[in-house]
């Protein structure tokens, strides 16, 4: 299985190191904000433990973050709540109802290019500013199964390995159509893929021994 030093919910983790300094890039936009308190952020398929890591939704009143998952959670902030939504179907919010939509290595996770389009639009619609950040499908270490090009292999040999070893955050999973249904569950990006789905965006590049690790789109007003 994973090792500590790459198991993303280890606080010292590398995976945590990254997430770090690209929320101080984050920290950056956020501070020139021009809104009314307090800034409103959805964060896309977020959690709680995330923002409080960042040290970010502690004793700020400044802000209230709103998750959005499939399935709602407790939580502990009172500027922080948890709500049952679909990242493909954002219509329930009104045009520019956020200051921030944020998502952090989310709209991966999303089976088909069309679900991630669907996503793309709702966020750039729903939010006055957006922050989308997503590995790069051309990074050679697959950052979900930690397998050096994982992500290039055909889809059944994928599935193979899903199935019967396990890797990285995975367990062996036993079941073949769960396996299946996993792998058909992500599909990385590459940067030209995330400019086509914010064309009006800019690109923050997180580079890693001379390789781009991970792709964020980001429109903030001022920026």
């Not at 950056?28 to 959690?47: M, T, Y």
């Not at 219509?91 to 109802?97: C, G, L, N, Q, T």
């Not at 290039?152 to 890797?167: E, I, K």
């Given at each position: 299985?994973i ?27 956020f501070?020139n ?27 700020n ?69 957006y ?10 270490i ?79 007003t001022?920026n």
């Amino acid at each position: 299985m994973i090792s500590k030093k790459l198991n993303p919910r280890n606080q010292t983790s590398i995976n945590q190191k990254f997430r770090e300094k690209r929320f101080k890039f984050f920290l950056s936009l956020f501070e020139n904000i021009k809104s009314d308190k307090p800034v409103r952020i959805l964060d896309i398929g977020g959690e709680e433990s995330y923002w409080e890591r960042m040290n970010f939704v502690q004793n700020n009143e400044d802000v209230h973050i709103t998750l959005l998952n499939l399935t709602q959670v407790p939580t502990k902030y009172p500027n922080l709540v948890s709500i049952k939504g679909d990242a493909c179907d954002l219509s329930e919010f009104k045009d520019k109802e956020f200051d921030i939509v944020f998502s952090n290595s989310v709209i991966e996770h999303l089976y088909t290019k069309e679900n991630q389009q669907k996503m793309a639009n709702d966020a750039i619609r729903i939010g006055k500013n957006y922050y989308v950040q997503t590995p790069n499908y051309y990074f050679p270490i697959e950052p979900h199964w930690i397998f050096p090009g994982f992500q290039f292999l055909p889809f059944n040999t994928r599935v193979f390995l899903t199935h019967h070893f396990a890797l990285g955050n995975f367990s062996k999973i036993t079941n073949k159509n769960e396996a299946r249904r996993l792998v058909s569950e992500i599909s990385l990006l590459t940067e030209k893929e995330m400019k086509a789905l914010f064309p009006g965006g800019k690109v923050y590049r997180e580079i890693f021994m001379g390789f781009k690790k991970s792709v964020a789109m980001y429109q903030f007003t001022g920026n």
